[in-house]
């Protein structure tokens, strides 16, 4: 009995001094995660403030950027937005320290590409935002022009200028996201195509007669000359 008992006792009292050696790391990763989180809070009121005081929500309302999200169901907020990429990336951050004094190396690395991945988000969507805006100011050139072209199809036109730059803002989101990136550009390439392709048609099928009345008059000239 007293054997086992020496038996038990070692890998016991081995495990027992592990945990004693393991404490402080343990206290202080949780320390370090608790700070980090009270400074993401904290950050996350800031930016959020800050966006108020600006008034870029507002901003966004009259440029038409807002609307654009809600017409696909999403509410758009300036401020939360950037108030939660920065509580998250400040979260992350914590974390990785924490991890980093736990030595999980591998948890570690994976939060390190979380936060180089942050910045792709970021960006694009600031392409997002910038593509709406200037999707909503092309088409009111658009339609402002052909309107005083006195022509018929001002909505059509411009609601066909507006939407190309959007899917074309949609597609460079995506890559920037590095979400299918080579589907995107068959995608891409194809949308190209079938606009020349359009393009060509509508000028084959309905500019053929003014075609022909340009080359009629332009022969025409070149034998004035002779």
């Known amino acids: 009995m007293a054997y086992s008992s020496e038996v038990l006792q ?44 600006l008034r870029v929500d507002e901003l966004a309302k009259r440029l038409e950027i807002t609307s654009q999200f809600e017409r696909a169901g999403l509410r758009l907020h300036i401020g939360s937005l950037l108030g939660w990429i920065v509580k998250w990336f400040i979260i992350i951050i914590a974390l990785i320290a924490a991890t980093d004094i736990l030595g999980w190396d591998q948890v570690t690395n994976y939060l390190q590409q979380v936060v180089l991945f942050i910045p792709n988000v970021i960006i694009a969507v600031i392409i997002l935002l910038t593509g709406i805006l200037l ?74 007669d003014h075609a022909h009345r340009f080359l009629n008059r332009l022969q025409k000239d070149i034998s004035s000359e002779r």
Do not use: C, H
């Open 10 to 53: 070692g890998p016991l009292l081995e495990l027992w001094e592990t945990l004693v050696a393991y404490l402080p790391n343990l206290l202080g990763a949780i320390i370090v995660f608790l700070i980090g989180v009270v400074v993401a809070l904290v950050l996350r009121s800031v930016v959020v403030k800050v966006i108020l005081l």
């Open 135 to 208: 999707a909503n100011f092309v088409q009111n050139v658009v339609k402002t022009a052909v309107e005083a072209a006195k022509l018929s199809s001002a909505d059509f036109l411009s609601g066909v200028a507006k939407w190309a730059i959007l899917v074309f803002t949609l597609m460079v989101a995506l890559v920037q996201l590095q979400i299918a990136p080579e589907l995107i550009q068959v995608l891409f390439t194809g949308l190209v195509a079938m606009l020349a392709l359009a393009g060509g048609l509508a000028f084959g099928l309905g500019g053929k």
